[in-house]
């Protein structure tokens, strides 16, 4: 009995821990960074993406990810996306494939708003990880064990409040890099950046899966 006791004090104890309440100064610079966002009618982000497999060795690629409104486009060497407001198209070109489907703006996992209020879905406990007199960085955990990943980081520039890198450490020893080389923001952009046109899709395997 005494050994039960003892075991769930230290499961309430490390709950405690663990469950400890998001970082008052990290929400505060959050804000910051989603206002920032949220104040752009446009962004357009050289990057690379580094992917680093369990075990293997890393993959980089450079692209560039715009958005205007709620419409974006992530174009990148082996795929491209691309969001109208409604309908992603995703093109995966070794295959010669896209798939089609319908999607949100919040959803897409790379797209800097997405980061930007994590902090108020609920679903994370964050701190500051470090921090010095240019950059500090945020750490989110999820306090559900389900997702697929065990921790994000955030990095920001503190002169201008961006965010210039972020990491996704899966649970399976995978982790991506996504550092923001050069920011542009509120640029007039073509709105056909956007969409793909039919004429594009020739050729190429379509999958539709949309809702009906």
């Known amino acids: 009995m005494m050994r039960y006791l003892a075991l769930?004090?230290?499961?309430?104890?490390?709950?405690?821990?663990?469950?400890?309440?998001?970082?008052p100064?990290?929400?505060?610079w959050l804000k910051k960074v989603?206002?920032?966002y949220n104040s752009f009618s446009s962004l357009k982000i050289d990057l690379t993406i580094e992917t680093k497999p369990a075990e293997h060795k890393t993959n980089i690629q450079s692209g560039s990810f715009a958005y205007q409104g709620s419409s974006f486009s992530l174009i990148l060497p082996d795929h491209e996306?691309?969001?109208?407001g409604k309908t992603q198209y995703t093109y995966f070109k070794d295959r010669k494939e896209v798939q089609i489907t319908s999607s949100k703006e919040e959803d897409a996992v790379y797209h800097p708003k997405f980061f930007a209020g994590l902090y108020k879905s609920g679903k994370y406990e964050y701190k500051i990880e470090s921090?010095?007199?240019k950059f500090l960085t945020i750490e989110f955990v999820p306090i559900e064990r389900t997702e697929s990943f065990f921790k994000v980081k955030i990095k920001i520039r503190k002169t201008d409040v961006q965010m210039t890198q972020l990491q996704i450490f899966e649970k399976n020893g995978d982790r991506i890099t996504i550092n923001n080389k050069k920011i542009v923001s509120n640029a007039v952009l073509n709105s056909q950046k956007f969409t793909m046109e039919s004429g594009q899709l020739k050729g190429l395997h379509v999958?539709?899966?949309r809702d009906e």
């Open 8 to 23: 769930v004090f230290i499961y309430i104890f490390f709950l405690g821990k663990v469950y400890s309440g998001p970082d």
């Open 34 to 36: 989603e206002s920032v």
């Open 207 to 209: 999958e539709d899966l």
């Open 131 to 133: 921090e010095d007199s």
């Open 81 to 84: 996306v691309y969001f109208d």
């Open 25 to 28: 100064k990290a929400t505060k």
